[in-house]
DNA sequence: CAAAAAATGATGTACGAACATCATTATGTC
DNA sequence: GACATAATGATGTTCGTACATCATTTTTTG
């Protein structure tokens, strides 16, 4: 039961494997009869590229640029960690990768390094970001030159990437407010919203999901506006203060943000009382304390590392010219203090 | 920055590339001073085997046998599923996959399968099911003839194995118990308790860590005994039905079996608010049917899927004599119904 | 119909490891 | 020191694809 080989799939179409080997890499020139006869022959056979030859035989890596926002956000510094960890499992698959890093929530600063990615030096782009008109405009110019392109956690609007790879942060939220609201068993509740920011496609879709099934299943329970931070915790503690503030009729919180250390020390002075029930993003070892204190109850997690591990093989299939393999939809994890993760994140 | 190859390790080494290949691939007859200038030589020159190039060289399959529980269960069955849905793509890098079937929770019937494994036939073995002292001499003789041993779902000791690929079920168990006190806020309450059966490694740990939790901090709830379905909806219907009878106090239930149409049917013709909050494992139609209806609240669910691949890529690295890839721990996902998965499982 | 352009075939090399064979050298044993 | 055994070197083939080159055939175009 040997597998065939282009040489089966050329004698079956009745060409010279030259040609076989010009259809299969899209080299041109070949007549479309024989792009035919080639096809039909790769059909009937059940012919498969075979990947190490090919990757042997090409003798050159698969060039990837990923663009994170810098390391120091815990949440992304995760996914730096990841990529270094595995860097040399990858590079053995036919994989090599340099890493951008920008400023989070620069939308400016991303486009600005996307631009500087020279379609000569790579073959595919992994970018976290939200969407403007000019990276959309960038990522078009990409493409174009026939890099893979790649979006994380954030998606933006099909045709300007070819894969997203993160979780469906409209369901995130929504699974936050069903956690909320049927802690809730009918009481009467009000709650507060935080966001890092609303100009990023995966915040803006978490807050939108939760809205939509407290209003929808939860009509006892009341929302209050958003607060931004930035994910930067100096901001979180001087707007959650602010909003606390003589004011107890809050029962629960909902950060749709990463993992904030402010979030933390604020609630940590409440009385442990107050709240019904508190969520968070990602996890963190800040906010691994709080979930063992049991100041935070959940703390959703779209795994980074994983989001990571996705993208090198979608990269890997590409370059293999193999199918995509068939894995199953990324879905946050569900942390509560006694599922927590036996590494240090 | 060319990758070193074993030419180079050799020249290093100043040994001849036959006697660096003797080294590399364990073939004996070395001189241990020999095999000492080439692990330094390896390690100077960061030296990593170019598996393209070893999988093309061999031109043979790591052959693995696949021992799972019949594909009628419907938890098993979607890892047979997603098996065939990958075939193709792990032939391609180099793995023959052979599956085995026998009737769930029988542990002769799976110590007669796994005797049945011929280890000229094999290079690899991953199996599902409970231990016994049986299996565990007939994997310790396949290891004896250098297979490499996978569990899955339920771990054995470990020098019977040499990688476990499943969740930690003891964590799965206090998950559930702690939502389940959660949402008790303080109020009095008592459990059903389900599993498929206790013989099974699995099931047994969830339900003690079920218990811990409850045990430890929620006085206020009561336990009850552990009914046993061995996964079968006409049982579950029957215990179910005869615990429930006359008795109304029952606060919460919790399934550590795999997901059963039984429970559902039973609960579809209570009162709505009876319990407080119902958990069950592993997602089917059914439960999605349950979580849906707002019968059942939430379904932790371990991913076969994902388990399935984590064992391929086991044996990939295994077979490529790489450094396994560093990923994070496989944990259970928790399912409300807001979070279910886009494809029908 | 001639010239240009397109399509095809024939052929060979390279990639890096696995593996086999045979000759040679070093080491150990009585 | 003769002999057996262990260790090593030299060398060549194989795996299947990518890619390059050049000659030849077919098709298109004016």
Known sequence: MENPTIHDVAHLAGVSSATADRVLNRRGNVASKSIRKVEDAVQKLGYVRN??????SKNKAFRIAFVLPRKDHGFFGRMHLHLVENLSHFRNAGLSIKVFEFAAFDGEALN?????????EFDGVAFVGQQTQEITKTLDALRKHGLTIVSLVSDVPENY???YIGI????AGRTAARLIGRFHRGDKGKIILIAG???????????????????????????????????????MRRELRSRLEGEHSFTAIYNAGAGNEGLVDVLRFLDPQHFVFSITHEISPIIREGLLEGIIDVALDQRPEIEISRALMVFQATNDKVEQPVLPELIPAIYVRDNLPQIQT
Not at 51 to 56: C, E, V, Y
Not at 112 to 120: M, V, Y
Not at 200 to 224: A, M, Y
């Open 51 to 56: 990947s190490a030859a090919a990757r042997l």
């Open 112 to 120: 600005l390094t996307l631009k500087n990615i020279r379609s000569e």
């Open 161 to 163: 990437r070819d894969y």
């Open 168 to 171: 469906d942060n409209r369901k």
């Open 197 to 235: 920011s609303m100009d990023v496609g995966d915040h803006f879709e978490r807050i939108s999901g939760f809205k939509e099934v407290i209003d929808n299943d939860f009509p006892n329970i009341e929302l209050t506006s958003t607060i931004e931070t930035f994910d930067q915790p100096n901001i």
